[in-house]
């Protein structure tokens, strides 16, 4: 961290993750916000190429068996999922920065639809009251993996940054590339 801001006690780290985790008694979050759709596709593939590339291997419609890690018992796992192709081989940011239908999460995955009606009970958290997903997708960027906010509530306060060394270095990095191109 280079320069950040400690925010007040209203953005502990238990009311910040509160906010951002998918809706469901079983875990505490209430999924006050969600991505779009343009934004999700924004990430490309694995190989580096935008998911409308022909060549990049994305596949929309179709389902795949595959692993993913995730942090349950304290520790972390690699688990077996059944998730949508098109989540499938994403750019590893992906999955550190968005909670998708499918997607491993302390002691389950998941669950999403497309909800056109805030606090409706149809994204297959059960019974429940808070915001649902609009979209399909919750934001996952900055909540704490081990954050179960029902059973361990964490009273921390949150660090938000301004400017991050890891910042520095991508600028660092995109500026050698595009210089490299230029030449």
Do not use: C
């Not at 998911?51 to 929309?60: A, F, L, M």
Request: proline share 5%.
């Amino acid at each position: 961290m280079i320069w950040h801001k400690q925010q007040p006690s209203i953005y502990t780290a238990n009311s910040w993750d509160k906010q951002l985790m998918p809706n469901g008694t079983d875990l505490g979050g209430s999924g006050a916000l969600s991505v779009t759709n343009f934004f999700v596709d924004s990430y490309e593939m694995n190989n580096g190429l935008p998911i409308t590339d022909p060549n990049s291997g994305y596949v929309r419609d179709a389902w795949t068996d595959t692993t993913m890690n995730v942090f349950r018992d304290r520790v972390w796992k690699t688990t077996k999922v059944r998730i949508r192709s098109m989540y499938h081989k994403r750019d590893p940011r992906f999955y550190t920065d968005i909670y998708f239908n499918g997607q491993p999460l302390l002691f389950r995955n998941v669950i999403t639809e497309y909800v056109t009606n805030v606090g409706a009970n149809n994204d297959g958290w059960g019974s429940k009251t808070g915001q649902n997903t609009r979209t399909g997708y919750y934001v996952q960027k900055w909540v704490d993996p081990t954050q179960n906010i029902k059973d361990r509530p964490n009273s921390n306060y949150r660090n938000f940054p301004y400017f991050r060394l890891a910042e520095v270095y991508l600028w660092y990095a995109e500026a050698m590339n595009e210089y490299r191109h230029t030449r």
